[in-house]
């Protein structure tokens, strides 16, 4: 076990790290779970990547049909599908990992940097001024961040009011279900 003092939890105390061995099973479903990739099916909704996407897989498909029948069909599903998946890849492409807090940008991290400067501040030197200082850009960050969730999740609600009234139904029960997952 061991205390660290570096990490900025936003706290008085002290984090403590204790190392234990556990050994776990994985299931198989959670070990397949993170090998899928999934590609941007919302940009197929512009016209441009759309037209992008149906030249290559026509030009994939194209040369697909100049090989060999003598095949067999395993080898030729094979072929088709790593033909469209290099074209989703290429066209549309990955569909980036959520982050965990959408709203979270760059004016967060200076107000994370400055209330780190205050804890090294109080660090070095306890003094009752460096404490109230402390807890002043404390309370300021957490207003900050508190105001920039609060205007994130107008916004989504407000799109996914859009989204209902327009008819999109699959970004509209999208948009609950992220709700509804916290």
Request: proline share 3%; glycine share 4%; no cysteine.
């Given at each position: 076990?061991?205390?660290?003092?570096?990490p900025d939890c936003d706290t008085e105390h002290y984090?403590?790290?204790?190392?234990?061995?556990?050994?776990?099973?994985?299931?198989?479903?959670?070990?397949?779970?993170?090998?899928?990739?999934?590609?941007?099916?919302?940009?197929?909704?512009?016209?441009?990547?759309?037209?992008?996407?149906?030249?290559?897989?026509?030009?994939?498909?194209?040369?697909?049909?100049?090989?060999?029948?003598?095949?067999?069909?395993?080898?030729?599903?094979?072929?088709?599908?790593?033909?469209?998946?290099?074209?989703?890849?290429?066209?549309?492409?990955?569909?980036?990992?959520?982050?965990?807090?959408?709203?979270?940008d760059e004016e967060c991290l200076g107000f994370l940097?400055?209330?780190?400067?205050?804890?090294?501040?109080?660090?070095?030197?306890?003094?009752?001024?460096?404490?109230?200082?402390?807890?002043?850009?404390?309370?300021?960050?957490?207003?900050?961040?508190?105001?920039?969730?609060?205007?994130?999740?107008?916004?989504?609600?407000?799109?996914?009011?859009?989204?209902?009234?327009?008819?999109?139904?699959?970004?509209?029960?999208?948009?609950?279900?992220?709700?509804?997952?916290?």
């Open positions: 076990m061991r205390n660290f003092r570096v984090p403590v790290v204790a190392r234990v061995r556990e050994r776990l099973a994985v299931g198989k479903q959670t070990a397949q779970r993170f090998d899928r990739q999934r590609f941007n099916l919302r940009k197929l909704n512009e016209p441009e990547v759309r037209e992008h996407y149906q030249i290559e897989i026509t030009n994939r498909f194209a040369a697909l049909e100049n090989s060999d029948d003598d095949e067999d069909v395993n080898r030729t599903w094979e072929n088709i599908k790593e033909n469209i998946q290099t074209s989703a890849k290429e066209s549309p492409g990955l569909d980036e990992l959520k982050q965990n807090k959408p709203w979270f940097d400055q209330r780190k400067r205050a804890k090294i501040q109080w660090i070095q030197g306890p003094s009752q001024s460096n404490v109230d200082n402390l807890n002043k850009v404390r309370r300021g960050d957490s207003r900050h961040f508190r105001n920039k969730k609060k205007a994130y999740l107008i916004a989504k609600v407000e799109e996914i009011e859009t989204n209902n009234k327009v008819q999109n139904i699959r970004d509209y029960y999208r948009g609950i279900s992220d709700f509804k997952k916290g």
